[in-house]
């Protein structure tokens, strides 16, 4: 029973790794961009949920209606007035660019916010939980699992049936010629970044919900969504919430054997799995 | 006589330190189909890219109806009414065949051109509307490419080498299908190697060689030898 | 009638004269210990290091293509094979560090043989899950002092040499010597066969492929070389901070974040680059360390603009601006005009 405890308590966690992982998914679906700053605006997220509860006195998943506008201006003006400048057939400059983003974001996060470890206050929503099948199930890991796999619906469904996701299918596709569509392409990154940015908003306040956060975990949050990414398969969405399932499980399996061993048996797993497929486990199949 | 909708003066372009235009001069007027020849690497398609926009010239270089768009990116010059039918047809393969020829005419200009009537130029596309756009035969994919370039309802449409990788049977079905697409007004310039279908079509023929324009005449009075010559720069 | 004599050559005037000055400044490094306060010791001790690790991050990066965000693997590793075969294989500190460097390459070995499976920036991110490996693995060793750390043992310490000042020389000493080797050898390397290579890869993969350059085997042979040095750089880091814990060692910001700043604000793909970067990021450090995090936000605001508007960095502006190439790598056409000498 406590093996399947952790079983479930894992699957459930890697719901929030999906969270990391989407928004990194979609960027690099659209662009081939890799940002290295991916964690450190999860934790910037984090604490503009921070600011946000605490000044309005807001709940933080009430914070969200605020903190996801915010991310997603965020997220178009960087593209626009960085990122895209970057984009080409070199790979150093987006990957020095977003390392350098990366710095900037964690040490301005200090300067605002100290090291001092914070917390997002959810009120009753941190303890509640229901009783299935003699497992206690937390409230808040449901809830995140359950915005997870909408979240990555809802990303699939922009992607295939509007007019925005066949943007940015087309410009993923051919740059040039869907400039000859109308498609501007800066703007559309901007777009598809603001998306992404959206849904980090969100991973961040349940992150800071869940446990308490401090500028420097960015790094982790990073390596998890990646590690997800990468076992789920590149550029299948639904593959990316099995990759967090996965990762999820590998930790709270590790964890469960000695306490120490959390992250890093999530990262062994990770290496086992790169080590056999390293194509991941549900490499792209066209939707 | 009236003014060109189109008018090239001087275009020069580079591709880094290659120049692949030194000084091209061509006028188009409304209505009127053009075609232009020329071996490989005679700069055909780097014309067709610099009036399309995806290439960068200086300033002053390309007119359309009195505005100067050759400083202008893609997009714009697309919202101008000019369409391009780019060589190898790049649809999206992610996108299924409708989604190809809606994204044509996201742009929004108004004409009769629509779903509808690109259907009905193309029955095979509407049958085939659902499926990726990879899963078209050539021939198709051609078919697709250049409902895309209608669906914006173009003033100028450009076809750079329609015939290119196609069957001849294939090739004749496409050419049948142009008079009721030029037919009606619109402006064309058609880049073709095949020298009799680009005769064909149009009602007048430039030739390009190494970047610049060997020969200019009337399609239906130039002369096979003026051709070869122009085309291969042999006295 | 005027003849023109053209001639090949990789050296130039500037090459000739900084092969002297480069010569006169290396003299003057080695009786540093003459002529230097013990704080400026330290501090140019520490800046050797960092140049060694940005010229090898740069091999990497700027020559092989592979962008490393996890050379802090290799720094701790080394830093850690130091303590334990000092501390349980009773083996000398000289000793240690050379071992280190051949473990680092071992290690390496399988490293590289997983994390080559990613490309591109995902190779990156790889690279910083192998750190993390390596970090939470050591984190789990005990007799290392677990998370927190220990410290070299005094007896080893004196082992180095037994006066306090000599040990202080050996180590500066030390560190300017493996800040030469590695300058040199990637100067060296750049300049054999394989080195071109890899310039030929760095330009264009697929005509590289196609002229039969082996790309896998090239990058491959240049991690492990570059894992080997890093581990013995790691080595000397903690040789002179004596005391080492998983965070210290296996730091990204320290290891990885700074180098990655010295290499693209000194010009990345150079050879030149990691020097003046080094110099430019202790100049900095030195007058704005006082600002604390504001002085590593300017850091990273100064990183992206470099990337942005002066992509080959600060070197890349003075060798346009000069034509200067202090290490002679590529070839260039001179003419020699017979006109005049008639």
Known sequence: MEWLNALVQGTLLGGLYALFAAGLSLIFGVMRLVNIAHGDLIVL??????SVTTTLGLHPLLALLMVMPAMAAIGYAVQRGVLNQTLGDDLLPPLLVTFGLSVIIQNGLLEVYTADPQKLNAGALETASVAVGGLSLGLLPLLTFGIAVAVIWGLQWTFYHTALGRAFRAVSDNQDIAQLMGLIRHHIFGLAMALALAVTALAGILLGVRTSFDPSIGGGRLIFGFEAVIIGGLGNLWGTLAGGV?????????AKIDPGWQVLSGHIAFLLILAVRPNGLFPRISA | MPDPVLSITGLKAHYGDFQALYGIDLSLMQGEVLAIIGANGAGKTT???????????????????NQDIGGMRADQVAKTGIALVPEGRQLFPSLSVEENLIIGGQIGRKGSWNLGSVYKLFP??????????????????QMAAIGRALMANPELILFDEISLGLAPIIIKDIYDALPGIIGKGMSAVIVEQDISKALSVSASVYCLQEGRVSLKGASDTVSREDISRAYFGIE | ??????????SSHAARVAAILGAVVLIVLIAAPWWAGRADLRLMGELFLYLALASLWNLMAGYAGLVSVGQQAYVGFGGYMLFALTMFAGLPPGLAIGLAGVLGAFIAVPTALLIFRLRGAYFAIGTWVVAEVFRLSFAQVSSLGGGSGSSLPVGIVKSLASSRSAREYLSYWLALGVAVLVVAAVYLFLRSRKGLALTAIRDNELAAASLGIDIWRTKFLVYIATAALTSVVGALIFLQKLRISPDAAFSVNDWTAFVIFIVVIGGIGTIEGPIIGT???FAL?????????IYLLVLGLVAIVVMLKAPKGVWGLIRTRFDLQLFPLGYRVLQNDEQKGA
């Open chain 3, 285 to 293: 450090r030195e007058t704005l360390a006082d600002l604390g995090t």
């Open chain 1, 246 to 254: 996965i990762l999820g499980v590998a930790q709270t399996l590790g």
């Open chain 2, 47 to 65: 014309l067709l890219r610099s009036i399309s926009g995806m290439m960068h010239n200086g300033p002053g270089q390309i007119t359309y109806r």
């Open chain 2, 124 to 141: 095979i596309l509407k049958e085939r509307r659902a499926l990726p756009s990879t899963s078209l035969s050539g021939g198709q994919q």
């Open chain 3, 279 to 281: 110099l430019i990021f």
């Open chain 3, 1 to 10: 009638m005027t003849q023109q004599v053209y001639y090949v050559t990789r």
């Open chain 1, 45 to 50: 997220a984090a604490y503009l949920g921070l």
